[in-house]
């Protein structure tokens, strides 16, 4: 089984014609032979860079593009399109996607979004000719700052000074450009300043590089400024408009990174599962032990999970700006929970061989240290969680779904039919949950045992619904307990399930998406993490994605939503 999708537009064509291109660049991940194989990749990893053949491959390839808006000369017009594109990258290396990819995104979201058209241009050039952008997003506050981690920056005719250090900083060794959140005297502003890699940007102090047991292939140390070089930093946006045009590009970046990850999660799945069927038959990491099968199953569904949840909150930027920041953040909390649960079961299967640093499998534990990395920075799970708790807050208040036409737009991973991002719109409230709202109607549609796993998570949103009235309704000034993070764990499992639930019933015609199997595993699972004694896997449901699994094996297809055809010898 293969999936089939209905007729698709020029720009979809479009984004998967560069994914195969792509793909047949890179070749075999496990070909020894391959130059770009997976022993490459972990001699770079060992030897702490990034593989030079990868990087040229992506010069040659326009990699930079893929980050810069259409309207600017690049490829940028749709999130998941994005995502979609670095997850050929991330399957084979993390450590190029983020060093040589997205830390340059995080940078050049910030300048399309608030950036003059002067500066627009500037870094759109500065990237379409290979270069590197890197970014120093607001840290906690001070108080709560065990590095003292400061910048700050002082007008001076048409610029500012910057002054302090960043302690960490992924990239900013090879950034041409730089893109600051410093305290200036009107509070937390964003600049553009040139970075150690640009003729301007001599003075700028690089601090030792910090070692990390994941990505080891990042230059990852810091940067200390002077303060001394005027006109250092031009603003972006308004002064003092740091915080809230931070608070506007996290949309844009949680969910887009986190959607490029799966990619690790493939390797991963696929690493396993070649090492499942080469066992013998007596052994409990065989095929035919039913432990093992049930892993494999599990891992497959839940990045299918992630990737319905991943559809939706990149998508969201496009079709539900105003809702975008709540599912982001559901993004942000929820897959790196169900990936690392997801990789501890797949190291059950290895054995010893999920910490082999050389041999076949080894890109496993390389894949292993790799993924908790991508979930760090500073929107993470205690940002998002906070953003989820004030949505508890407001949930009793807020309207259902609302266009069924605009809603399925969410749900429909080969449509490229999306208006273009609105990101200020995304900090004006939202008077709608489509999410939440949708999972009845939904579940309306579903027969069989995906009725069934349906049915388990309509009853959990009313419960939800029931914990929100009570946390709405207490008194002012009280303090919110455990609960309330309770329930900000079952809000997000429930718009997963949402998710899981929307791509079922907006389906491409054909193909594996349009069996009701996966749905039904799907949210099982999901159900399975509200209450385990709710609903049982069917089996029947389970051998049809152990079917699926081992022929998107056989056949070098992804283990996402949109089986793609995988780089091969």
Known sequence: MTTVVDPVDSSEVAVQERIARLEHDFGDLDDPGNPLGAQQFLAADEAQRLLP?????????????????????????????????L????????????????????????????????????????LLAQGRMACAYPEPPQRNDFLRNRLTAVPDGAGYRIGGRKEALNNGARAGALVLFADT?????????????????????????RPTVGVRGCTVQGLAFDGDRPAAGRLLGAAGDGTRLAEHVFPLTRSAGLSMALGCADTALRTTTAFARSRRQRSPSS?????????????????????CLSLVATRA???????SRTLGAVAKYLLPMILTETMDDLSIVLGSEAYAANGTYAIFQKTARDLPMLGLGSAGASASRAVLVAQL???????????????????????????PCTVWENGLPAERDSLLGSLEESAGHAEGPLAEAAGVLVAQLGVLREGCAELAARPVGEQLGPRAYALADRYALLVAGAACLG???????????????????????????????????????ADHLLAELLHRFDDARSYDLYATALGRS
């Not at 390839?61 to 810069?68: K, M, Q, T």
């Not at 907006?506 to 399975?528: E, I, K, N, S």
């Open 393 to 419: 807050l407001r949930l009793p208040s807020l309207a259902g779904a609302g266009d069924e036409g605009e809603l399925a737009r969410l749900f429909r991973p080969f449509d490229a039919a999306l208006p």
């Open 287 to 307: 095929l035919h032990s039913s432990r093992t099968r049930t892993a494999l199953v599990n891992a497959f569904t839940d990045l299918l999970v992630c990737d």
């Open 53 to 85: 053949a990868a990087e040229r491959l992506l010069d040659a390839f326009g990699l930079n593009a893929e980050f810069v808006p259409a309207e600017l000369g690049g490829r940028l017009d749709r999130l998941d399109a994005l995502a979609r594109v």
């Open 87 to 126: 997850r050929v990258v991330f399957r084979r290396d993390a450590a190029l996607g983020l060093g040589y990819g997205l830390t340059s995104y995080l940078a050049g979201v910030v300048v399309w979004t608030a950036g003059t058209p002067g500066q627009r241009q500037e870094a759109a050039g500065l």
């Open 503 to 541: 791509v079922w019933r907006h389906r491409p015609a054909g193909g594996f998406l349009a069996d009701p199997d996966w749905a039904a595993t799907a949210l099982t699972r999901v159900a399975g993490r509200l209450d385990r004694s709710a609903v049982r896997m069917p089996a029947e449901s």
């Open 185 to 209: 005297p009107d509070g937390l502003s964003a600049l553009l300043a040139p970075g150690p890699a640009h003729p301007d940007g001599a003075g700028i102090r690089l601090l030792p590089r």
């Open 317 to 323: 930027t496009h079709v539900l700006p105003r809702e």
